[in-house]
Structures are given as C-alpha cells and as structure tokens.
C-alpha cells in the first residue's frame, strides 16, 4: 500500500480505537490529547517502511539519522566538552535506536511481523517506565503500526506475519496490487466514511 493510503487505514484506526480507548483510560478526554494521539497514529501507520530507504518516511528517518550523527561527530570534533556534557543522554538514544537499526534488513520483512509490533509494545512500556512517556503517544503508535500491517496485509505481496520463525509472506482472502484503482477506491471511500463519522459525531 501506498504512503497516503497507510496513513488513511491509519488515521480510520485511529478513529475508530478513540471510541473503545477512553474506557480503558488510555486518551483522556482533553481534545490536545486527541489530536497527539491521532499525530502518533499516523507516524505509526509509516514506521514499518523505514526498512525501506526510499520510502516516504524511510528517507525522512535516514536524513534525519544521518543530520544527528553529523551533528554528535561535529561536537565530538570540535566541542568535546559539550558533548562529555550530555553522554549519558546520547547512551540512551543509540540504546533507544539500536532495536530499529537491528530489525531494518529489507523491505516487509522485520518491521512488517507480529514479532515487531510486541516488540514495539514491549518497547513503549519500557520508555514510560523509564523516560514517563505518556501512553496516549505510545498507543498512537502501535495502533498506527498495526493499521500498516492490515493494509500490507490486504495487498498481493502479503507481509510475513511470522518473521523470523518463517518468512512466507501471509495475505488476506481478497487482495490488490499497490498503487492500482482498487487500493485508491478503498481510501476514498475510507476517507468519505471518516468525514461522515466525525461530522455526524461532532454536529
């Protein structure tokens, strides 16, 4: 599926768990919270692609990487001082980063599993034990990478659900190819039906 129709399937996910999550007490009832919640599902409904450099936000993350690498070496160069100051700080982003750049081998393989998505919760709970991430972001999150998941899962290449125990690539009964007429029906009308669920919600 294409970056605009994940973050459709995304965005419908989102929508949808908003009406289940406030009775588990995950999003409270404040409308900024909402809209983080929303922003972190569809940074979730991208994440899985960021195996894939050439990707919509696989080039964002791999620019982005490589802007703070260049920056950590610069200080390291030049202000080593400043960059003694914050050590700790960067140990626990490469620790942060290091799970991902250890699943990235190539398109849908790692980041398109089951194993990632407990991995990734797994992951977010530890991050608001540690750092008090709230679970509003952390649930935005794994709701966006599991709508990725669906959406790749409704296509002909499948994704290998059970990566690394086996890598044969699961779809659903009834598939489409990317980027074909069928997909961009599929997000039209997931966008109308969203339109009319949050205006007759709203009015």
Partial sequence: MMAPGHQVVGFTFGVGALTLIPAFEVVSERPFQMVLFLVFVLIGSLLPDIDTPTSTFGQKFWRGLLTIFTLAFLCYLFFPSYLNTYREELKIFVMMLLPVLIMIRGHRKMTHSLLFVGLLIVY????????????????????????????????????????????????????????????????????????????????
Avoid: C
């Fill in 124 to 203: 977010s709970a530890v991050l608001e034990q540690a750092f008090q991430v709230p679970r509003v972001l952390a649930a935005g999150l794994v709701i966006g990478v599991i709508s990725h998941l669906f959406g790749d899962y409704l296509t002909k290449k499948g994704i290998p659900l059970f990566y690394p125990f086996s890598k044969k690539h699961q779809q659903f009964l009834i598939t489409f190819r990317t980027g074909s007429p069928s997909e961009k029906m599929i997000v039209y009308s997931l966008v109308l039906w969203n339109v009319w669920f949050l205006t007759s919600t709203i009015f």
